[in-house]
């Protein structure tokens, strides 16, 4: 059993946020309002994933034109 701490960002609303425990080579991403179901990332899995949040590239959900889309038109 990991007993490596769950990491929540200070951003987050008391509800509603992702929370991230690293496990060796694997990290593993869940809901705090659904602690059941976990996702299970390689470190390559979150390092590409994590590079394509710092670039915008997942800026979409909240914006009417991503960063990545506004890129492409130019």
Do not use: Y
């Not at 609303?13 to 496990?23: F, K, L, N, P, T």
Request: aromatic share 10%; glycine share 6%; charged share 20%.
């Amino acid at each position: 059993m990991n007993t490596k701490p769950w990491i929540v960002s200070n951003a987050c609303a008391i509800a509603g946020c992702i929370e991230v425990q690293q496990d060796g080579d694997f990290v593993h991403i869940r809901l705090t309002g659904d602690r059941d179901v976990v996702l299970r990332a390689t470190a390559a899995e979150w390092v590409a994933f994590i590079a394509g949040v710092k670039t915008g590239q997942f800026d979409f959900a909240f914006s009417p034109t991503p960063h990545h889309a506004i890129a492409q038109k130019s």
